[in-house]
């Protein structure tokens, strides 16, 4: 199953195409679902977001054009899964 937020994601950025690599395979200790839940927020402070989702992923997508990234991600797996550290 791909991740709707990273599709969306992709989407912003310019890159339809571009899909999230979905293994099956975590480390031991990793939180394996969160889905972040305001409604206490809302209904205890009156909490709204200022900014919309979309929005927000397009201020990032404007932030991350500047930013330099090393895709280490096969190196990583291969070091957690040589130290026994994958499931």
Do not use: K, N
């Amino acid at each position: 199953m791909e991740s709707s937020c990273a599709l969306a994601l992709a989407e912003v950025m310019g890159r339809p195409g571009l899909r999230p690599a979905v293994t099956g395979r975590y480390r031991m200790g990793d939180i394996r679902h969160c889905f972040a839940d305001i409604s206490l927020s809302r209904e205890s402070l009156g909490y709204a977001p200022r900014v919309s989702f979309h929005d927000g992923l397009a201020e990032l997508s404007s932030w991350l054009e500047d930013q330099v990234a090393t895709d280490r991600v096969a190196e990583a797996r291969a070091e957690l899964e040589a130290r026994g550290l994958t499931v």
